[in-house]
């Protein structure tokens, strides 16, 4: 999914995987399919899955608890979830022990995303966080050239925001952020 971007064929391969895996690896199964949730925009029901108690922080890798965390904090700033709330899930993040230095960097990575995305989506406030913000995996790409777009409008940078919701509005539709930026090139073709 974070090459191609087809989801319906990511899923089918999830639950083929499922059914050959043990049970401990169903926890990653079952995060995978909240991501997908989030990246189709359904953030409210993202966020609800992340809180359960069917996924659990017990046996899984350093780096598979960061990113559960990370896009728990992301689809509760695309929620609109309370401040309290967020800040939680925040210090939950800060608070993961990690013994892996690259993990440990990663996090401070995460910290830095999810803060300069809620200062976005929440407080509409630009940042310059977003124009070094760079993935090789083309669906966090695509994330980040979003946010940077969206950045793009609040500092009223209309043609570098067309420009980076140019580049993935012909991705697949499912996606929130592809849909969210026809939305926005539909809005600057009308200005």
């Not at 993202?46 to 069917?54: K, N």
Request: aromatic share 12%; glycine share 2%.
């Amino acid at each position: 999914m974070y090459q191609n971007l087809d989801i319906k064929r990511y899923l089918s391969y999830l639950d083929y995987i499922s059914q050959k895996q043990k049970n401990e690896k169903q926890n990653i199964n079952l995060t995978n399919r909240i991501i997908v949730d989030f990246y189709r925009g359904n953030f409210e029901a993202a966020c609800l899955a992340f809180d359960s108690e069917l996924i659990v922080s017990k046996n899984v890798s350093e780096n598979s608890l960061l990113v559960q965390k990370y896009y728990h904090i992301l689809s509760a700033i695309h929620s609109f979830k309370d401040d309290n709330y967020i800040n939680q899930l925040f210090l939950e993040l800060e608070n993961i022990n990690l013994k892996n230095k690259k993990n440990k960097k990663f996090k401070e990575t995460l910290l830095q995303n999810c803060s300069a995305i809620r200062q976005l989506i929440i407080l509409n406030e630009s940042s310059l966080v977003f124009s070094k913000m760079i993935s090789s995996k083309k669906l966090v790409q695509l994330m980040f050239d979003y946010y940077e777009g969206r950045n793009q409008l609040i500092q009223k940078n209309k043609p570098a925001a067309k420009a980076k919701f140019q580049q993935i509005a012909n991705e697949n539709p499912e996606l929130f952020y592809v849909r969210e930026a026809k939305k926005y090139l539909e809005e600057l073709k009308n200005d």
